[in-house]
């Protein structure tokens, strides 16, 4: 299943703490306040005996040049720290140079079972352009492991963007949606 764009998402969304943090929805009417501004709920990664990994887009800050990230946190491990102190990934999408304009990196995201070890696992792939022009990719992967989120980062073995979308279109997997971005600051 595709989401087409960070519009869709699975949850609803509520303002709920004093400092304007947004709440998302999950479950059977379950609430989880984040530590992010606007958030919007768009999957889940399991969490055997726990609360499920929620996965939500959402802002550290509104009064700042921070651009939506994605954020990955069980309500079992209890609140998120805010002020921009969480783990954080990037959207999908084509990130351009704030002055250049030239494009510099570009970014996938995928969870579910998207993996050739069918585990549950949110998926990044990105690349990016290093300095003598050419193109470096790597891929982030966070699973459950031990009721904890593990994350990792693996330059050698990337899943090809063709065997990802073949997990989406087998129904083992989801896409979101990639948008063009402009960095704004340095």
């Not at 519009?7 to 004093?18: H, L, R």
């Not at 579910?112 to 585990?119: E, V, Y």
């Not at 593990?150 to 330059?155: F, H, R």
Request: aromatic residues 10%; glycine residues 10%; charged residues 20%.
């Amino acid at each position: 299943m595709l989401l087409s764009s960070l519009s869709f998402g699975v949850g609803q969304v509520q303002a709920t703490s004093d400092l304007g943090y947004g709440a998302v929805r999950y479950g059977k009417g379950l609430s989880f306040s984040t530590g992010v501004f606007s958030p919007i709920l768009i999957g889940y990664l399991a969490n055997p005996g726990k609360e499920p990994f929620l996965i939500f887009t959402g802002r550290g800050c509104t009064e700042c040049d921070a651009g939506t990230n994605i954020y990955i946190h069980s309500p079992s491990n209890g609140e998120m720290k805010g002020s921009e102190q969480d783990p954080r990934h990037l959207i999908p999408g084509d990130f351009y140079h704030y002055e250049t304009r030239e494009l510099i990196e570009r970014v996938w995201f995928f969870w579910g079972r998207c993996l050739a070890d069918q585990s549950e696992a949110a998926v990044w792939l990105h690349r990016a352009k290093v300095t003598n022009g050419g193109w470096e990719q790597h891929v982030v992967v966070a699973s459950q492991k031990d009721n904890k989120l593990n994350v990792k980062v693996d330059p050698i073995r990337v899943p090809t963007l063709v065997a990802l979308r073949r997990a989406v279109s087998l129904g083992a997997c989801n896409e979101l949606g990639r948008k063009k971005h402009i960095y704004t600051e340095p």
